[in-house]
């Protein structure tokens, strides 16, 4: 089946840990995005990538960390830089100019 | 910064009746406009797209409409299903790749 995969569904961090999320397609897509969503509210660009080995921050980058070392795959690292890291994180892959298909995201949360 | 937003924050609609949800964009580099559908805990799903080049889109049940001179996007929904309860988002494709989304309007279907 093609898709974008999202693991862990849960994760828990305490606080001063870095922790991965990770982000798998196998749509043969160039782009990749992350996005943060908080309850209640929108979807807000952390990271995007148009090709492999290439990214560009988004709007709210601070305290993230990405790699894009394959095509298939665009991890996401939250540092102990991010003062709030507890949310809800999606990640995307789309052919530019088409639809991103999401995956079904990972719930982290600072404990 | 450039966000798309949205007028409605929460839309409550009777069962059988249209639905129309409104987002305005501020990016004029903006070329391919997308609308998304979220259900509780699960990840955007695509609904319809729409190109820069178009003003009205229509797929099964759903119509998007774009007006580029006032920087305005919709999304009707026809003869509106309990099933259609969610929250909608619309999100802009800037030229460069940044795929932004707006803050989202919760809509509620009563029986």
């Known amino acids: 089946d093609g898709g974008i995969t999202q693991s862990p569904k849960y994760l828990f961090r305490k606080e001063g840990q870095n922790v991965t999320l990770s982000c798998e397609q196998n749509?043969?897509?160039?782009?990749m995005y992350w996005y943060r969503q908080d309850p209640g509210q929108g979807l807000r660009l952390i990271y995007y990538?148009?090709?492999?080995?290439?990214?560009q921050k988004g709007d709210i980058a601070e305290g993230y960390s990405v790699s894009r070392e394959k095509k298939e795959s665009f991890p996401l690292t939250v540092t102990s830089a991010q003062k709030n890291p507890t949310a809800f994180y999606l990640c995307?892959?789309?052919?530019?100019?088409?639809?991103?298909?999401f995956g079904q995201g990972t719930r982290l949360t600072v404990v | 910064g450039e966000n798309v937003g949205l007028h409605l924050p929460t839309l409550s609609v009777q069962e059988g009746d249209n639905s129309i949800i409104n987002c305005a964009y501020s990016?004029?580099?903006?070329?391919?406009f997308i609308w998304y559908k979220q259900e509780s805990g699960k990840g955007p799903q695509f609904i319809i797209d729409?190109?820069?080049?178009?003003d009205k889109r229509q797929g099964q049940r759903v119509t998007v409409l774009l007006n580029k001179t006032v920087k305005h996007l919709s999304l009707q929904i026809a003869a509106t299903q309990p099933g259609d309860s969610a929250v909608y988002f619309c999100?802009?494709?800037?030229?460069?790749?940044?795929?932004?989304f707006g803050q989202g309007t919760e809509l509620s279907v009563k029986p």
């Open positions: 990016n004029s580099a903006s070329d391919y």
């Open positions: 999100a802009e494709n800037i030229r460069g790749g940044k795929l932004i």
């Open positions: 995307a892959s789309s052919i530019d100019r088409t639809e991103a298909f």
């Open positions: 729409i190109r820069s080049n178009m």
């Open positions: 749509l043969n897509h160039d782009a």
């Open positions: 990538s148009q090709i492999v080995n290439d990214f």
